[in-house]
């Protein structure tokens, strides 16, 4: 019975931070819409998003890249279709793997340090002497990470795609004789543009969500240090489930009808 209680005490909390972060998200839209930007701060949120997670982002788009690489080929080879292995792989990088990924990459190390900071600040009442500065915690504090996330997630997504594709293009080339000109011809075949601009919303999209979630986490954090750690772990959780959620209805509703990749 006990259990049980703080079971739907936790799952009532959870709809509740959820709920304010969808309010959080429309107090972003409207106080982007009277162009209200913080530019130092949006700059330093920026190269924490951007260059400092380029790193992490790019090792791990390389070897999906070779893994999916080797699960394919080998098929593919079996059915006489190896040079079909360079378009297939970049389909799969475009449309889902490289944003999916790269936005994964981003909520665990960025969301998390967003509802962390945000927090401590939360519990140390330096929110609350923001207020009293007369500075609204959403100008100074939500805007610039919401800005860095959805100007630097697409970047991030372009440059683990082409890793991601040099991977898989070394792979193919040293284990299973697929030449690189075959490989490159292939992707000029399945890929096109409309694949490449679906990436960059997807990656704006979630983007969005990690900031907002990260930082509506911290905003909501109450119970000195242990409840940072909880804000901070609840947060990635319900980034990553926002991202596969997002995904799923944003896919549908860009791959509608039948597919034209293997056309001409």
Not at 198 to 221: N, R
């Amino acid at each position: 019975m006990v259990s049980k209680t703080s079971f739907n005490s936790g799952l009532g909390l959870w709809l509740q931070r959820l709920l304010a972060a969808i309010l959080l998200a429309g107090q972003v839209v409207i106080h982007l819409l009277k162009v209200r930007v913080h530019r130092r701060n949006t700059l330093e949120q920026m190269a924490a998003v951007g260059p400092d997670s380029l790193v992490i982002a790019l090792i791990t788009a390389a070897f999906v890249g070779m893994v999916f690489t080797i699960q394919v080929a080998r098929e593919f080879l079996y059915f006489g279709a190896g040079q079909a292995v360079g378009g297939v792989l970049a389909l799969a990088l475009t449309r889902e793997l490289a944003p999916v990924l790269t936005a994964v990459v981003i909520a665990g190390r960025v969301g998390s340090a967003f509802a962390a900071e945000i927090g401590t600040m939360r519990v140390t009442e330096q929110i609350d002497a923001l207020y009293v500065l007369k500075t609204d915690p959403i100008d100074y504090l939500v805007i610039p990470r919401v800005l860095a996330c959805c100007l630097m997630l697409p970047i991030l997504t372009l440059l683990s795609l082409i890793t991601g594709m040099l991977g898989g293009m070394v792979i193919s080339d040293s284990f299973y004789s697929i030449s690189q000109v075959v490989f490159l011809d292939s992707v000029n075949n399945f890929l096109q543009v409309w694949d490449l601009c679906t990436a960059l919303i997807k990656a704006v999209v979630f983007g969005a969500l990690v900031a907002v979630i990260g930082c509506s986490w911290g905003l909501t954090t109450t119970g000195g240090a242990k409840g940072v750690g909880q804000s901070t772990t609840t947060a990635v959780v319900t980034a990553l489930l926002a991202i596969f959620i997002a995904n799923f209805f944003l896919s549908w509703v860009m791959f509608q009808g039948p597919g034209s990749a293997l056309v001409g």
